[in-house]
């Protein structure tokens, strides 16, 4: 019973690397998302998709590009990483777009140098 | 705009406590509230959920009633344990159903 998996766990990059942070989900969930946590700021929303070719900007979607080519995929990629980067990143999914139930994958704990 | 506000943590209490983590809300219209719980090294889980005034949601011996007249959704617990020590989110549901968070509050239960 995977759920929401996220890899990896932790990564280090310098100042203008790109890559690509993962996340599959085995429950046919249609919507799917990623946040990320900052300390004292919470969960801010990054993108999210609504189904398989949809995707849409959340609150902090500057530096970030997803794409969904599968229901069960949907992997954020960072285009030129930034100190201001560093974070911790979540994915999550829901079986309805009205969110009553978000299923979290681990995390992603992302420094960029 | 929609928000949610948390109390400041870390709350530290000890073992069989009562517990109350404080959450206050502004939202247009009629928001679904949930608290979200983060153990240590994971991600987050729902714990309890509320959808129209007046419901209470519970789970594990956690309560939280939404009060429309207050803008409030208390977490509270009559009797804690160390096993509850955790990060604790409140949240709301904004436009376009997208949940807005609150900052999260870290509670510690010492033995």
């Known amino acids: 019973n995977a759920g929401v998996t996220q890899t990896p766990k932790f990564q280090v990059l310098k100042t203008g690397q790109s890559m690509t942070l993962q996340c599959a989900q085995d429950?046919?969930?249609?919507?799917m998302s990623w946040y990320r946590q900052d300390p004292g700021m919470g969960l801010r929303l990054i993108h999210y998709s609504v189904g398989a070719g949809i995707t849409d900007q959340g609150e902090v979607p500057n530096g970030y590009n997803v794409s969904r080519s599968t229901t069960e995929d949907f992997p954020l990629r960072l285009l030129s990483a930034a100190p201001s980067q560093t974070s911790v990143y979540f994915c999550a999914s829901s079986p309805q777009v009205t969110n009553e139930k978000l299923f979290f994958g681990s995390g992603t704990q992302l420094s960029v140098l | 705009g929609d928000s949610v506000t948390q109390m400041e943590g870390p709350v530290t209490l000890s073992e069989e406590a009562f517990l109350t983590i404080n959450c206050t809300y502004t939202?247009?219209?009629?928001?679904?509230l949930f608290w979200y719980v983060q153990y240590p090294g994971e991600g987050l889980q729902l714990l309890l959920k509320?959808?129209?005034a007046d419901d209470k949601g519970s789970n594990k011996g956690f309560e939280a009633t939404y009060r429309k007249e207050t803008t409030s959704f208390h977490l509270e617990k009559g009797s804690v344990q160390v096993s509850d020590s955790a990060v604790y989110f409140c949240?709301?549901?904004?436009?376009?159903?997208?949940?807005?968070w609150g900052a999260g509050t870290k509670l510690i239960i010492k033995p």
């Open positions: 949240a709301l549901t904004g436009g376009n159903y997208q949940l807005i």
């Open positions: 429950m046919n969930h249609e919507y």
């Open positions: 509320a959808t129209k």
């Open positions: 939202a247009t219209g009629y928001p679904s």
